[in-house]
């Protein structure tokens, strides 16, 4: 009883020490796993290197990917291919269904490009389509808003997912697979409830802000070409998984080694960074340099990759205290299965307000638990990091960047923002649970 007591308590200290004390998540992370392993009764110079090889190994597995990742989002973003993409997705859906095209705009290009970005390049053409369709310019880009975080918080290459596989040490193919599927069925309950909220939301032309949307590229590259970087990388990561089925779908021999190679989630990833080199119209040697384009991405993941090895620590020291063992029964006992990773993640999100904090942090938590809780399968697993990816979409409000990105490029006062944007990640979220709770249930 006294460890779930002290990880309940240090659960609150890294929620409190973001909120209150302003305390970057990195140093939160790692104060936390220094005083449970103490407090826990391990030796200090143990805790001190349990702390450095959770740090290490973390990095090790999840770093080069998230690295590859952002690369890939910054040369769409910039290069336009991320509005490209969006116009030819609006043109086959069609202005008539306005909500369903810009959910389905915002859930492919926030698979690379994060969802504040996103948001602030596609914003635009979202009020463009919806005026063009005679619909609430609101509730089409709360579909946006909501497609966008779908996607960033279930689907790699995504780096919160990526990073929460890595730590749970998931087949991201299968997460990939799972968090597909999941979140467009959730999805669509969201673009029914921008329908439903648009005409209930009032636009104050006052309080919106254009928060530094910049021109958009002379010369984007085509939709198709665009796509290319997403879809390839997912495509050879799903075929890996297959080829390392029981029943061998694509034979023993050369096909199938190759796929293996390809498919492994870094040489995807790199494979997928070789087309996004190709998007920009006139390449430039400046793109690759510090302050370039590659500058810029490897600056944000370096912040990524260091809080996720933070959570890598955190959750070493909480394997060797033995919290999975000594819990796990208690765990069992309330049968909350993948409500429990789900509940964890939401509480964090929505005290702190970041998604991919969320992710990285419960996944650290959750992962010495998977014994415990029956998450010693692939698939299990793989539906254990979905269920974090659903929590840490609960709920986007005050306390979230995204919030304000949102609420202020549309014109929403706080209440407003609370109907629209926060409501719709609750529906998001706990649709997304009830998906993979039948998921669980039909694979047991």
Same mark, same amino acid.
């Given at each position: 009883?006294?460890?779930?007591?002290?990880?309940?308590?240090?659960?609150?200290?890294?929620?409190?020490?973001?909120?209150?004390? &302003?305390?970057?998540?990195?140093?939160?992370?790692?104060?936390?796993?220094?005083?449970?392993?103490?407090?826990?009764?391990?030796?200090?110079?143990?805790?001190?290197?349990?702390?450095?090889?959770?740090?290490?190994?973390?990095?090790?597995?999840?770093?080069?990917?998230?690295?590859?990742?952002?690369?890939?989002?910054?040369?769409?973003?910039?290069?336009?291919?991320?509005?490209?993409?969006? &116009?030819?997705?609006?043109? %086959? %859906? *069609?202005?008539?269904?306005?909500?369903?095209?810009?959910?389905? +705009?915002?859930?492919?290009?926030?698979?690379?490009?994060?969802?504040?970005?996103?948001?602030?390049?596609?914003?635009?053409?979202?009020?463009?389509?919806?005026?063009? @369709?005679?619909?609430?310019? =609101?509730?089409?880009?709360?579909?946006?808003?909501?497609?966008?975080?779908?996607?960033?918080?279930?689907?790699?290459?995504?780096?919160?997912?990526?990073?929460?596989?890595?730590?749970? *040490?998931?087949?991201?193919?299968?997460? +990939?697979?799972?968090?597909?599927?999941?979140? /467009?069925?959730?999805?669509?309950?969201?673009?029914?409830?921008? &329908?439903?909220?648009?005409?209930?939301?009032?636009?104050?032309?006052?309080?919106?802000?254009?928060?530094?949307?910049?021109?958009?590229?002379?010369?984007?590259?085509?939709?198709?070409?665009?796509?290319?970087?997403?879809?390839?990388?997912?495509?050879?990561?799903?075929?890996?998984?297959?080829?390392?089925?029981?029943?061998?779908?694509?034979?023993? *021999?050369?096909?199938?080694?190759?796929?293996?190679? =390809?498919?492994?989630?870094?040489?995807?990833?790199?494979?997928?960074?070789?087309?996004?080199?190709?998007?920009?119209?006139?390449?430039?040697?400046?793109?690759?340099?510090?302050?370039?384009?590659?500058?810029?991405?490897?600056?944000?993941?370096?912040?990524?990759?260091?809080?996720?090895?933070? *959570?890598?620590?955190?959750?070493? +020291?909480?394997?060797?205290?033995?919290?999975?063992?000594? %819990?796990?029964?208690?765990?069992?006992?309330?049968?909350?299965?993948?409500?429990?990773?789900?509940?964890? /993640? @939401? @509480?964090?999100?929505?005290?702190?307000?970041?998604?991919?904090?969320?992710?990285?942090?419960?996944?650290?938590?959750?992962?010495?638990?998977?014994?415990?809780?029956?998450?010693?399968?692939? /698939?299990?697993?793989?539906?254990?990091?979905?269920?974090?990816?659903?929590?840490?979409?609960?709920?986007?409000? @005050?306390?979230?960047?995204?919030?304000?990105?949102?609420?202020?490029?549309?014109?929403?006062?706080?209440?407003?923002?609370?109907?629209?944007?926060?409501?719709?990640?609750?529906?998001?979220?706990?649709?997304?649970?009830? +998906?993979?709770?039948?998921?669980?249930?039909?694979?047991?």
């Amino acid at each position: 009883m006294y460890l779930v007591l002290l990880i309940l308590l240090s659960i609150a200290f890294i929620i409190l020490a973001g909120t209150r004390l &302003r305390w970057h998540p990195i140093l939160s992370l790692l104060v936390a796993a220094l005083g449970f392993g103490v407090l826990s009764g391990m030796p200090v110079a143990d805790v001190i290197a349990t702390i450095n090889q959770g740090f290490g190994s973390t990095i090790g597995n999840i770093g080069l990917l998230i690295i590859l990742g952002i690369i890939i989002g910054t040369f769409l973003e910039k290069s336009g291919g991320a509005a490209v993409l969006a &116009r030819r997705v609006l043109q %086959i %859906i *069609g202005a008539n269904r306005v909500h369903t095209a810009l959910g389905l +705009v915002g859930y492919i290009v926030s698979i690379p490009v994060y969802a504040d970005s996103g948001f602030i390049i596609l914003h635009p053409l979202a009020r463009a389509m919806a005026k063009k @369709a005679g619909a609430p310019v =609101a509730g089409a880009c709360i579909a946006l808003g909501l497609g966008l975080t779908a996607s960033h918080t279930m689907v790699p290459p995504t780096p919160g997912p990526i990073a929460a596989a890595g730590i749970m *040490g998931a087949d991201l193919g299968l997460v +990939v697979g799972f968090g597909l599927l999941t979140s /467009a069925i959730a999805l669509m309950a969201c673009i029914l409830y921008a &329908r439903w909220v648009g005409p209930r939301l009032v636009i104050r032309p006052e309080l919106a802000t254009d928060h530094g949307v910049s021109a958009a590229p002379q010369d984007p590259p085509g939709a198709f070409k665009a796509l290319l970087p997403i879809l390839i990388p997912i495509v050879l990561i799903l075929l890996n998984s297959v080829s390392r089925m029981p029943f061998h779908p694509f034979g023993e *021999g050369a096909l199938s080694r190759a796929l293996e190679v =390809a498919g492994t989630p870094v040489a995807a990833l790199g494979i997928g960074l070789l087309f996004a080199l190709t998007l920009p119209a006139k390449f430039e040697k400046r793109m690759l340099d510090t302050t370039g384009w590659v500058g810029e991405a490897l600056s944000a993941a370096a912040i990524i990759i260091l809080i996720t090895g933070a *959570g890598g620590a955190f959750g070493k +020291v909480l394997q060797q205290a033995g919290i999975g063992d000594l %819990i796990g029964t208690q765990v069992q006992s309330a049968s909350l299965g993948l409500w429990l990773p789900f509940l964890t /993640a @939401a @509480a964090i999100k929505s005290a702190q307000g970041s998604s991919t904090v969320a992710l990285i942090t419960t996944a650290s938590i959750i992962a010495p638990l998977q014994a415990s809780l029956g998450f010693d399968a692939p /698939a299990t697993q793989a539906l254990a990091v979905v269920a974090i990816g659903a929590g840490s979409a609960v709920v986007s409000h @005050a306390n979230d960047s995204f919030f304000w990105v949102v609420t202020q490029l549309i014109g929403l006062d706080t209440k407003q923002g609370y109907l629209g944007h926060t409501a719709g990640t609750a529906i998001l979220g706990f649709t997304a649970m009830t +998906v993979l709770s039948l998921l669980s249930f039909f694979l047991n």
